[in-house]
């Protein structure tokens, strides 16, 4: 059953371009997968995130003993193989386990029957040879898909496009937030301190049943994603919109921090959810169901953080389906969404407040780009440096005009966010 939900996983996002969370979160309702145990669905979705992760590195393999590639509407026996191939090259699954059920599952399939025993032949040779072909590819460039290689190259270099796409291929930590004291929780969860209050576990399994979920001591949140928050400052009483905010990561320790903050978001599922954290949190917090760039609010705000709707190729490390999801074009799309949002957001800002914009991409037009275009624009907005001191961040994840862009090595993992802090005279 746990290989049948990881095809179905695959299937999901690899033809029905649907994301991995949603394909995932949805596949419980289906008849097929509803009894299905947890231990099995954890693994369904080991097998599954390991081969988008490595998808390149498979692909290249399967393609050495197919003789001809499969035609367009043999998805199905594509995601069998895939799935196959990833627990003989990645996880250390017997093979006659892996190769058994494979072929089983084919031939429970009326669109895969006829393939059972090319997916025999095929795993065989996969299993055969594997450790070989494994020593003599070149993981990080395989498993990028072409377009994201190239961008990277030319934006970062390719020294620094190979660290980026070397750091997607490694399992990331659990990341938290902490309301309280952060040294306190480290100890007790044996996880690490970073130097900017982020508390780093390396926990497998079910987040609910760690220590201090239940009464709301900390929430997950990648150590890059707290750092745009933070760069507000000192917040304690003012007034604090997060806008972008579901499901409300940034939400939290904005209200942590003694913000007062009005949360808003266009989405009523993910409020909910914003909701949801907020009470598991103890933390309150005005909700707004609103489109951001027509909200008009009453009175305008003395701190402003916009986390606009992005590619997010930042958290492919986390998300290793994005890679196959996101396009070129939506990427210029996004762009000038967020360029719209951004110039609104200014608007509900009070003079002389700061406004922080982030997006969880590595593309510049979502970042460096959108900025510089915008000072350019408008001689009311400035760019307020950011100082990596003052916020304890990594010194390389500063830019040298003083504005944040993490990338997925630095410090250990984390994901790549870019932010800037503005304000307006
Ligand atoms: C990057 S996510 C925000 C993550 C959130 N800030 C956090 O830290 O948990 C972007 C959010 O923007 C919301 N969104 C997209 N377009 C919007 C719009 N025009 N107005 C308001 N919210 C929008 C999406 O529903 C999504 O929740």
Redesign the pocket.
């Known amino acids: 059953m746990a290989r049948r939900l990881a095809v179905y996983l695959l299937k999901s996002v690899l033809h029905d371009h649907q994301s991995f969370d949603e394909a995932f979160a949805g596949s419980s309702a289906r008849d097929a997968f509803a009894a299905m145990e947890a231990r099995d669905r954890a693994f369904a979705r080991a097998i599954a995130t390991i081969a988008l992760r490595r998808l390149g590195q498979i692909e290249d393999m399967l393609s050495r003993f197919l003789e001809k590639p499969l035609s367009a509407d043999a998805f199905e026996a594509r995601a069998i193989l895939i799935a196959g191939a990833t627990q003989l090259a990645f996880m250390d699954v017997a093979p006659h386990a892996a190769i058994g059920l494979a072929v089983e599952q084919a031939k429970a399939s009326r669109f895969s029957r006829h393939l059972g025993g090319l997916i025999n032949a095929v795993l065989r040779r996969v299993s055969e040879n594997r450790v070989a072909i494994l020593r003599e590819q070149d993981a990080a460039h395989l498993n990028t898909p072409a377009w994201l290689w190239q961008r990277w190259v030319s934006v970062y270099g390719e020294a620094t496009a190979r660290e980026i796409a070397g750091a997607h291929l490694e399992e990331p930590p659990l990341d938290l937030s902490v309301r309280g004291d952060a040294g306190e929780w480290a100890a007790k969860l044996q996880g690490e301190v970073l130097p900017w209050g982020s508390v780093r576990l390396s926990h497998k399994g079910r987040v609910e049943e760690i220590e201090g979920y239940a009464e709301g001591a900390w929430w997950v ?1 990648d150590a890059a ?1 707290a750092m745009p928050a933070l760069l507000l400052g000192d917040i304690a009483g003012k007034r604090v919109a ?10 939290a320790q904005l209200a942590a921090a003694g913000a007062q903050v009005t949360a ?4 009523a599922a ?1 409020l909910r959810r ?1 909701g949801e954290n907020a009470a598991r949190l103890g933390l309150s917090v005005d909700v707004v169901k ?4 027509e ?1 008009q609010p009453k009175d305008r705000f003395d701190a402003i ?1 916009l ?4 590619s ?1 190729t930042g958290t492919i490390r986390r998300n290793p389906d994005i890679a196959y999801l996101k396009t070129a074009e939506d990427i210029a799309a996004l762009a000038r ?1 967020q360029k719209r ?1 951004l110039a609104h957001a200014l608007t509900l800002l009070a003079p002389g407040g700061t406004l922080v914009f982030a ?2 991409s590595l593309e510049p037009e979502e970042g460096e780009a959108q900025i510089a275009g915008l000072l350019a624009d408008r001689a009311d907005v400035r760019l307020l440096p950011i100082d990596a001191a003052a916020f304890n961040l990594p010194p390389e994840a500063v830019t040298p005009n003083g504005c944040l862009r993490t990338l997925p090595f630095h410090a250990g993992g984390m994901d790549g966010f870019f932010a800037a802090r503005l304000t307006r005279s």
Do not use: Y
């Open positions: 949140q994603a997060d806008l972008c905010a579901a499901p409300g990561g940034k939400t808003v978001d266009i989405s993910r914003l609103a489109n951001v760039g909200w953080l986390d606009a709707p992005c997010a969404v949002l997006t969880c």
